[in-house]
């Protein structure tokens, strides 16, 4: 098998091996300093990347670090949890935000149509992304994967009840079920991938039945749910799979976690588990748009791969670079690969079925 480029063969290509860098240690919370990046364009170009990213700074600090050791370009990172595209679309062309660093299929592909990214054209990212994980036109790209699986109660739910997402349709889950907000993201990208799979009226008819299925209704963040199965009111929820590891790495939580296991559910296709994706996309108006296609690259190499998916609790998009230990105690992760601009296609008619059976009421 050829050997998987890297970043270092990028420097080679384009003529930077000898450049001198300065190098950084760990991430620069320099928010001013980005805020003013678009007045100083007539100074000479810094080898750095301007980073908005919905991750917070800790979980990406050992990311940065391996990149800044190998490259020698800096980062700086402003940690925004809202309004990203909102923010860059506010800063037009003078935005000094080459990256961004954000979780799930809507808000990169929302990122895309509302004109704020570009399209990049990498050998290296299309040789180590799967097609399915990114944007068939380059947009975006897929970094680190999570499944959207059912926390089920160890005491209540035997092994191998579940084994799709259809299932939880049935009525023998009358009362059983807890979820978060049929209106989230996350939510809503199950129901796109079901409207995928299953059509709009059978996914119609599968909310219905799930909402007559819920023990509450929707409420509170996945890690809600399971409290809720720890405390007896439901038995199953729906859930990503990266929350097991956050659980368990809280000492108030770990009896939540400890009271579930993960079924990773199929679709009645046979298509595998539904995920998502911590992804990565260039801004439209990048100052530094090598070192930003550096940076890109980098993300997917199997050493970046590793550092990010064991930060997370989340897969490596790399199929051939194995998960941490810990998520792989959980099971075998078997994903759907149906492309994720298919299925966030689906994002606009996924919320009109949700609000038309009044999934939340």
């Known amino acids: 098998m050829a050997r998987r480029r890297t970043h270092l063969d990028l420097i080679k290509t ?26 100083a364009t007539a100074l000479p170009a810094a080898a750095e990347v301007n980073i908005y990213s919905y991750r917070q700074p800790e979980l990406i600090q050992p990311l940065l670090d391996a990149f800044t050791e190998e490259t020698g370009i800096e980062t ?65 790209f897929g970094v680190t994967l999570r499944g959207r699986i059912v926390y089920a109660s160890k005491d209540r ?50 909310l219905e039945a799930v909402k007559s299925n819920l023990a509450r209704a929707p409420q509170g963040n996945d890690r809600a749910q399971v409290r809720a199965i720890w405390a007896g009111e439901c038995d199953i929820s729906l859930g990503n799979t990266y929350y097991m590891g956050a659980m368990l790495e809280d000492p108030e939580q770990q009896e939540w976690a400890n009271s579930v296991r993960i079924a990773f559910p199929r679709f009645e296709d046979g298509s595998g588990t539904h995920v998502n994706i911590s992804g990565v996309a260039m801004t439209k108006s990048a100052p530094n748009r090598e070192d930003a296609l550096a940076f890109m690259e980098f ?8 550092i990010y998916a064991e930060a997370v609790y989340e897969y490596p998009a790399d199929p051939e670079t194995p998960a941490a230990d810990l998520v792989q105690g959980w099971g075998d992760l078997d994903p759907d690969t149906t492309a994720l601009d298919a299925i966030a296609a689906h994002r606009g008619e996924a919320l009109r079925l949700v609000e038309s059976v009044d999934f939340d009421g």
Request: charged fraction near 25%; glycine fraction near 8%; proline fraction near 5%.
């Open 76 to 140: 700086n990172v402003a940690f925004l949890n809202t309004g990203v595209t909102e923010r860059l679309q506010a800063e037009g062309d003078r935005s000094p935000a080459d990256i961004i660093l954000t979780v799930d299929i809507s808000r990169l592909a929302g990122a895309k149509e509302a004109g704020v990214t570009q399209a990049v054209q990498s050998d290296v990212l299309e040789e180590n992304i799967p097609p399915n994980l990114r944007d068939s036109e380059g947009h975006w």
């Open 157 to 206: 739910v035997a092994e191998g009840e579940i084994t799709t997402y259809e299932d939880l349709a049935d009525p023998k889950w009358q009362g059983r079920i807890c979820t978060r907000s049929g209106t989230h993201v996350y939510t809503l990208g199950l129901v796109s991938a079901l409207i995928e799979h299953d059509g709009e009226e059978a996914t119609r008819e599968w």
């Open 14 to 39: 384009v003529g930077f091996e000898s450049a001198v860098f300065t190098p950084t240690n760990g991430i620069i919370m320099r928010l001013p300093v980005l805020l003013g990046l678009a007045a």
């Open 299 to 306: 993300l997917s190499s199997p050493e970046a791969q590793k």
